[in-house]
């Protein structure tokens, strides 16, 4: 019973405050909703006042506004932006380029082009357009599928149904405290899908400013309301020494996730408690809360706004797009020319005038005249006050209607100022011969000024959409080993994996790549020039350095990347092999599926017959040149020896002359009778070779 009366507190509060913020904004919401109908409905210039003025009479439209309006939406759809991450301490990360990817995956997979254009369109138009983020299940066939993406999502009459708190004055709302997005529905239809029937609503409900229910119409609304819940964060340390945290909050959803922990070897550091920022969404009718969706993915509101131009006055939001300015103009401009018509529809020749019985019986003649253009015509004479016959023509004539002198001269000034008000584009969308490109980029350069404070506008959108789906993907996208989509900054798309296992070289620890649960990154959106996309003025830029550069490597770089930057029907495969090209060369980082296929090319390449023979000479000159080094080697070691023995064969001769003369000396000393022993000379040995 508690939860209910908290619900049906919760419900009155938000009632009170939409009927604030409704009453606040409801001028300025209506004027961007007639300026969208103004350009782009037929005959919708003539609706309110004017048209009662101008009932049973012409009204002519030559609507000058659509182009100028459809000539901006072609400016921006011709120039797509990109979303990108960086490091906050300006780093480099491989964790942003893979954010980055994951981004830009969910832009395609969720067909956020429409959500875009829709916002960017209802901008220019009418001044207010809106997106919304919302991350929904991979495959909601299937049961024990939990994984989840998130898509983007178009809100259609963002000026009559997206309403933020009064106390948020940042442009892209990131200071609110509170968003409603309204829905209608078919009475019939609302009560199928929620069992609840308008008409047993209380009736204090029917006295707000805003009629929540008509006899048609239902309008269900998602309340978006920010917290700041408190939680407690948990710090727990893994066997290899990383640390990660946990809230509480977490744990109360899954009771076997802190087990799992705790199971696995992590170890609790430390706690603190905190206030978490959090949103709450509900689903509201005006009876009454109809579902308590809980907490959305993420902290911030999922409700993204686009202006056209935005100001506040007088403590008022108020903005416009590119409408506004120029109605009266484009009024002013339908009622001369539907005045101009009609004037131009009556007769251009005098009518003459009869009394009756000048062209009784010939009634038919005359009225025919016009179309059969007969070669005269006749009339009854007249009888005088005696009885004669009274010949006489016409008694007056008809003039046709002269156009006022004024209403040419308000023609041209009304042509002047529509021009001025919506830009005067001189003949730009005109192809004129022996104009020079540079004149040409001059008049461009002329044109996008006028359009670029929506491109601004639109850019700041996207940055604040791009900080949502951050905060979401955090929470969404940390199941380990998961697969996802992810696409480059050339529109190549891959797999990866989530917190994929990678051992550090340096420390020995388990690192996690891909890993954005605690990624805290700030969000650039690259803005090109709007005459072209970034791809063609890349392209052009390129071919202008292919002609000024003169090393032959160069040019072959800058060729490449010429050919990876071309668009066009059938080009795909010519754009694959120049990126493979530059891969090779080291100009462009390969992705992890462009590793693994080289890695498995170079294990199935067959050797090249050149290089085999290349390499088997090499070989053979290596094994020749060994085998003559061993033989200079051995004849030198011949030579040493051969040396050797000569000295030790003169070392011998030497001693055997000595044996012999002491021999004949001691003969001798015998014969003469001397002493035998005779003392035998110090000789030396030679030296050592």
């Not at 006295?207 to 917290?227: G, I, L, M, R």
């Not at 109605?327 to 539907?338: H, Y």
């Not at 798309?493 to 296992?501: G, R």
């Not at 990126?579 to 992705?591: E, F, N």
């Amino acid at each position: 019973m508690a939860i209910d009366q908290k619900l049906v507190k919760l419900h009155q509060d938000a009632l009170s405050e939409f009927d604030r913020i409704q009453e606040t904004v409801r001028d300025e919401r209506m004027q961007c909703l007639e300026d969208r109908r103004f350009y782009s409905i037929s005959g919708a210039s003539w609706e309110g006042s004017l048209g009662d003025q101008f009932e049973n009479k012409p009204k002519f439209e030559v609507n000058k506004i659509h182009l100028a309006v459809i000539r901006i939406i072609n400016e921006y759809r011709n120039n797509r932006f990109d979303v990108t991450f960086s490091a906050k301490d300006g780093s480099k990360d491989e964790n942003a380029d893979f954010c980055a990817g994951l981004y830009r995956a969910d832009i395609e997979d969720s067909q956020a082009d429409e959500a875009l254009d829709n916002a960017f369109e209802e901008a220019v138009g009418g001044g207010f357009g809106a997106i919304r983020l919302r991350n929904v299940y991979e495959d909601e066939e299937d049961e024990d599928d939990d994984r989840q993406r998130i898509v983007f999502e178009p809100i259609y009459d963002a000026d009559s149904s997206v309403f933020f708190s009064l106390d948020a004055k940042r442009q892209d709302k990131s200071d609110a405290k509170a968003c409603y997005v309204l829905t209608a529905m078919d009475v019939e239809a609302y009560k199928n899908e929620y069992q609840d029937d308008p008409a047993t609503w209380p009736k204090d409900i029917s006295q707000s400013q805003f009629d929540w229910h008509t006899p048609d119409v239902v309008y269900v609304c998602a309340y978006y309301k920010v917290e700041m819940a408190p939680d407690i964060v948990y710090t727990y340390r893994a066997l290899d020494g990383s640390e990660s945290k946990h809230y509480k909050s977490e744990f109360d959803k899954d009771p076997e996730y802190k087990t799992e922990l705790l199971e696995t070897g992590h170890i609790l550091v430390k706690e603190k408690r905190i206030k978490r920022r959090r949103v709450h969404k509900y689903l509201m009718s005006g009876g009454g809360v109809l579902e308590d969706g809980g907490y959305i993915a993420g902290k911030h509101i999922p409700v993204i706004p686009c202006y056209g131009k935005r100001w506040f006055i007088d403590n008022v939001e108020r903005c416009m797009g590119h409408v506004r300015l120029a109605k009266d103009a484009q009024r002013l401009k339908n009622m001369q020319l539907s005045k101009l018509g009609e004037i131009s529809a009556l007769s251009a020749i005098e009518k003459p005038i009869f009394v009756t019985e000048q062209i009784r019986g010939h009634e038919l003649l005359w009225a025919e005249d016009n179309v059969k253009a007969y070669p005269f015509l006749v009339i009854n004479s007249l009888t005088g006050a005696n009885g004669e016959t009274v010949p006489t023509g016409p008694v007056g004539k008809q003039s046709p209607p002269q156009i006022p002198p004024a209403m040419a001269a308000l023609l041209q000034l009304t042509e002047s100022d529509i021009a001025d008000i919506l830009g005067n584009q001189q003949q730009a969308d005109k192809m004129v011969s022996n104009i020079s490109g540079t004149a040409v980029d001059m008049i461009q350069t002329r044109i996008d000024a006028q359009a670029y404070i929506y491109i601004s506008n639109h850019a700041k959108m996207l940055k604040r959409a791009g900080e949502v789906w951050l905060s979401m993907a955090k929470e969404i996208y940390i199941e380990p080993g998961r697969k996802v989509k992810v696409i480059d900054d050339q529109d190549s798309a891959s797999s990866a994996e989530l917190l994929a296992p990678l051992v550090n070289n340096k420390t020995g620890a388990i690192d996690y790549t891909n890993d954005i649960s605690g990624a805290k990154f700030d969000v650039k959106v690259n803005i090109g020039p709007s005459s072209s996309s970034r791809r063609q003025s890349t392209l052009k830029s390129l071919i202008n350095m292919i002609q000024i550069s003169d090393d032959p490597e160069t040019r072959q770089v800058l060729t490449s990347m010429a050919m990876l930057n071309m668009e066009g029907e059938g080009i795909q495969n010519v754009r694959d092999y120049f990126r493979k090209k530059l891969v090779r060369i080291g100009v462009i980082k390969p992705t992890d599926e462009e590793i693994a296929e080289m890695q498995q090319q170079a294990q199935n390449a067959q050797p090249d017959p050149n290089a085999v023979f290349l390499q088997a000479a090499a070989e053979e000159a290596m094994a020749k040149a060994s085998q003559a080094r061993a033989s200079v080697i051995k004849t030198v070691a011949d030579s040493e020896l051969a040396k050797a023995k000569t000295i030790e064969t003169l070392g011998k001769v030497d001693a055997n002359s000595q044996d012999q003369a002491m021999k004949m000396a001691q003969v001798l000393s015998g014969a003469l009778g001397q002493p035998e022993q005779i003392q035998q000379p110090n000789i030396e040995a030679p030296p050592e070779q």
